[in-house]
């Protein structure tokens, strides 16, 4: 007796119709067809009448925007999750406010806090260690800065984290470099479930915010291998969540270790790269410059590696094909990335380099001559346009910190005219997962110079994340027959086309620039998340489209 083949089940196929679709292959499109993961077709309203049968399911879109879904390029899954359920200290400031929140919380364990800002403070003078002891009632207490470079801890958890004699463990609560990593992995030492559950509360964020996908980066100074694991397995398990596209920032000094390390983590990774810092933020004045804070005279920030170690891990990563990359933010932390590049090249050839497609993530401070070392040779910088919008304006961090040199920080438009390939990211928790506040930030930077176009910027939020991190289809990222069926739909105010360039008409709906429209940004509302597919599955309904 023989067994019956299994029948496979139906591809599921749905026609969205009567509202815009963002695509290039017609940009009058109103409708899309989705066959099981699969852009099927684009086309007109008329087109999708003949289209219409009994046998899928149609959904009006009442005119919303359909578009390709967002790509998040740099987010810390953990991190984020515990940001969105522990204190919330971004609008805190005062100490004495600070306290209040720490007394007030009801966590059974550790008080986790995230997102204090001390240069937002009239008088920027932090709690003392016993001060946060007592307004805890003897809990431990890790509270992390905007930039989570530095946190302010108990006497408790300082005494559990054996912080004294670490570097960067003073007198005061804030600590910083080695003792900030001891500290955060001590207040992290958490059961698997737990970590589970905050990564769920970070992709169902994501998702509901129009994002496919994140690029997590993990490091060893920042979680467990566990932590790496248990982000890399939502994309083999039965949840639909946001892909992760997974990196790990540990330094590899010869090809031998690169291959057990990678063998040791147990899942695979898109590259030895993302947070591998080679230096710190400019908040937590660790960024590396060549010249001192503005605010902090003898204060140049730190370079956590030499370039001898950088150009090594570079050259390593380019014989095995894979991307290497580091955390770079101050001048002289981009000078020393720069310099072992020079010597990885040399090491190993420019070619091998080149084709590896190295990454820098953020790269806030780079002047002309850095930008054009960086084209040559063919890295990616992965930035984050929510740094200039909360930190670039007025009396700002930026300008407390760096003075006049913040006219050369994230520069966006220069980037993109020397070639640099580039993709946009929120560095969640450090700044939200809100994709079009962000491409706003792009049309808005605090430098005119720098503001680059909605479309650029929604490229660079889009399918740019998907190249950045080498992605196996290079269809992903659009809306066109063959693509992958992965997209947002949203209820927006207006479509229009905007440019970045103030000597000319900056908004246009004229069909006849053959432009797709995305939403107009400068209404004082952000678009609404209606619906985020990946794939063809659904990962975020707010129910409207089927009411």
Request: aromatic letters at 6%; hydrophobic letters at 45%.
């Amino acid at each position: 007796m023989t067994d019956t083949p299994a029948i496979p089940a139906p591809r599921k196929v749905t026609l969205y119709r009567n509202g815009s679709v963002y695509t290039a292959a017609d940009p009058f499109a109103t409708a899309l067809l989705v066959d099981g993961d699969t852009v099927a077709w684009v086309g007109s309203e008329q087109a999708a009448s003949s289209i219409a049968d009994a046998s899928m399911e149609v959904i009006d879109l009442k005119g919303a925007l359909l578009a390709p879904g967002f790509v998040d390029s740099h987010v810390h899954l953990t991190e984020t999750g515990i940001a969105l359920d522990s204190l919330q200290l971004g609008d805190v400031r005062s100490a004495r406010e600070l306290l209040d929140a720490v007394a007030g919380s009801t966590a059974k364990g550790t008080v986790l806090g995230h997102g204090w800002d001390d240069t937002q403070w009239t008088d920027s003078a932090l709690p003392s260690r016993e001060e946060l002891e007592r307004a805890a009632g003897g809990r431990d207490v890790y509270l992390s800065r905007v930039d989570v470079h530095s946190a302010i801890v108990s006497s408790s958890l300082a005494a559990t984290a054996g912080l004294h004699g670490r570097d960067g463990f003073g007198a005061g609560s804030q600590v910083k470099r080695a003792a900030h990593t001891a500290a955060r992995l001590a207040a992290r030492q958490l059961p698997a479930a737990a970590l589970r559950g905050y990564q769920r509360r970070a992709l169902t964020e994501a998702a509901a915010n129009g994002y496919v996908a994140v690029a997590e980066m993990a490091a060893p100074h920042i979680g467990s291998v566990q932590d790496l694991q248990l982000a890399a397995a939502w994309n083999s398990g039965a949840d639909a969540v946001p892909e992760v596209l997974p990196y790990w920032g540990e330094l590899a000094t010869s090809a031998d270790q690169a291959r057990s390390l990678l063998d040791s983590l147990g899942v695979p990774v898109l590259g030895l790269a993302g947070d591998l810092n080679m230096d710190g933020s400019i908040g937590s004045r660790t960024a590396a410059l060549r010249a001192d804070y503005s605010d902090a005279p003898g204060e140049r920030g730190s370079l956590y590696l030499s370039v001898a170690e950088a150009a090594a891990h570079l050259s390593v990563c380019s014989l095995l094909g894979i991307q290497a990359g580091f955390h770079v933010i101050g001048d002289a932390g981009l000078d020393a990335a720069l310099e072992a590049l020079d010597l990885a090249a040399a090491d190993v050839g420019e070619q091998r380099v080149r084709a590896a497609s190295h990454r820098l993530e953020h790269v806030e401070l780079a002047d002309a001559d850095s930008i054009r070392r960086l084209a040559a040779y063919s890295v990616t910088v992965s930035v984050q346009p929510g740094f200039d919008a909360s930190w670039g304006g007025g009396d700002g961090l930026y300008q407390q910190r760096l003075g006049s040199r913040r006219d050369g920080m994230n520069p966006f438009a220069s980037f993109y005219a020397a070639g640099v390939p580039i993709c946009f990211g929120s560095d969640s928790p450090v700044t939200a997962m809100r994709p079009w506040a962000s491409v706003r930030a792009c049309l808005q930077h605090n430098n005119p110079a720098e503001q680059i176009s909605a479309r650029a910027a929604f490229l660079g939020h889009t399918r740019a994340g998907w190249r950045a991190a080498r992605y196996r289809n290079p269809m992903a990222g659009q809306l066109v027959p063959g693509a992958p069926a992965s997209f947002a739909v949203w209820e927006v105010e207006e479509l229009m086309v905007q440019v970045a360039d103030g000597r000319v008409q900056s908004w246009s709906t004229d069909p006849r620039a053959r432009t797709p429209l995305l939403p107009a940004l400068d209404t004082g509302s952000e678009p609404v998340c209606l619906q985020t597919v990946k794939d063809g599955r659904e990962l975020f309904s707010n129910g409207s489209l089927r009411g």
